[in-house]
């Protein structure tokens, strides 16, 4: 498939490309109190262009261009990672649910982090293609090469959270308790009951009793209007 439209695709924008213009002004304000110079930076630019996403105008976002919500929501999250100590610069990350790559092209923009992607192998495959398209394929690496040591950072944006409990115990053992922190953005409240995955609290309970310092925030900066609408925290340690 080209990449020329992939992230209009039914299936994209039904699991990936989902944020909607309310919370792209919500990510976009926040970019401009953490690094409003990214709004203009010519990758940022070819990076929210991959694809061909739906874009909003940017009167209406607050930003100087169109964007997509998406994309934004992506450059937020880097900042804030980076802003906040939990990633340093050309450290590395693992990701659990990588979508189609944009959060991990914001993080090696950002931080010249460089992610391990874990997914579906036809997701990881899409998310490198899109890394190597624009120019930044050596940030990115296959789940399989992973060496599973330490890493100083594991995230998920809500991924994590759509999983069964068995798929997130395997997970936890592979990946999670090897991670000096954790950020799960988490929609446990929406999913958990119907895919048969952990709550919160069991979650927290989980990591803790694997070692894990986890804590639930669900007032944190980076929490945006449907976040709050839908009862979404973040969890980390």
Same mark, same amino acid.
């Given at each position: 498939?080209?990449?020329?439209?992939?992230?209009?695709?039914?299936?994209?924008?039904?699991?990936?490309?989902?944020?909607?213009?309310?919370?792209?002004?919500?990510?976009?304000?926040?970019?401009?109190?953490?690094?409003?110079?990214?709004?203009?930076?010519?990758?940022?630019?070819?990076?929210?262009?991959?694809?061909?996403?739906?874009?909003?105008?940017?009167?209406?976002?607050?930003?100087?261009?169109?964007?997509?919500?998406?994309?934004?929501?992506?450059?937020?999250?880097?900042?804030?990672?980076?802003?906040?100590?939990?990633?340093?610069?050309?450290?590395?990350?693992?990701?659990?649910?990588?979508?189609? @790559? *944009? %959060? &991990? $092209?914001?993080?090696?923009?950002?931080?010249?982090?460089?992610?391990?992607?874990? /997914?579906?192998?036809? +997701?990881?495959?899409?998310?490198?293609?899109?890394?190597?398209?624009?120019?930044?394929?050596?940030?990115?690496?296959?789940?399989?090469?992973?060496?599973?040591?330490?890493?100083?950072?594991?995230?998920?944006?809500?991924?994590?959270?759509?999983?069964?409990?068995?798929?997130?115990?395997?997970?936890?053992?592979?990946?999670?308790?090897?991670?000096?922190?954790?950020?799960?953005?988490?929609?446990?409240?929406?999913?958990?009951?119907?895919?048969?995955?952990?709550?919160?609290?069991?979650?927290?309970?989980?990591?803790?009793? @694997? *070692? %894990? &310092? $986890?804590?639930?925030?669900?007032?944190?900066?980076?929490?945006?209007?449907?976040? /709050?609408?839908?009862? +979404?925290?973040?969890?980390?340690?």
């Amino acid at each position: 498939m080209a990449s020329d439209g992939f992230r209009r695709c039914s299936a994209v924008r039904d699991i990936v490309e989902t944020v909607g213009p309310v919370d792209g002004r919500f990510y976009a304000g926040r970019i401009r109190a953490w690094g409003p110079e990214w709004l203009t930076h010519p990758m940022i630019a070819r990076i929210d262009t991959w694809g061909k996403p739906i874009r909003w105008p940017g009167w209406l976002l607050g930003t100087p261009r169109t964007f997509s919500p998406t994309t934004l929501r992506y450059l937020a999250t880097a900042l804030w990672l980076k802003r906040n100590g939990y990633l340093q610069e050309e450290a590395e990350v693992i990701e659990i649910g990588v979508g189609f @790559g *944009g %959060l &991990a $092209a914001m993080n090696a923009m950002v931080s010249g982090a460089v992610t391990t992607l874990v /997914d579906l192998p036809q +997701v990881e495959q899409s998310a490198l293609r899109m890394l190597n398209e624009t120019g930044l394929g050596r940030y990115g690496r296959w789940s399989g090469e992973w060496n599973g040591t330490s890493v100083p950072l594991v995230i998920s944006n809500y991924a994590f959270t759509e999983l069964n409990a068995t798929i997130q115990e395997y997970y936890f053992e592979k990946y999670l308790k090897h991670a000096a922190h954790g950020i799960i953005i988490s929609n446990s409240g929406v999913f958990a009951s119907t895919i048969g995955g952990r709550t919160d609290d069991e979650l927290i309970a989980r990591f803790r009793a @694997g *070692g %894990l &310092a $986890a804590e639930m925030d669900t007032a944190n900066d980076l929490l945006g209007p449907c976040d /709050d609408m839908c009862g +979404v925290g973040l969890i980390r340690w």
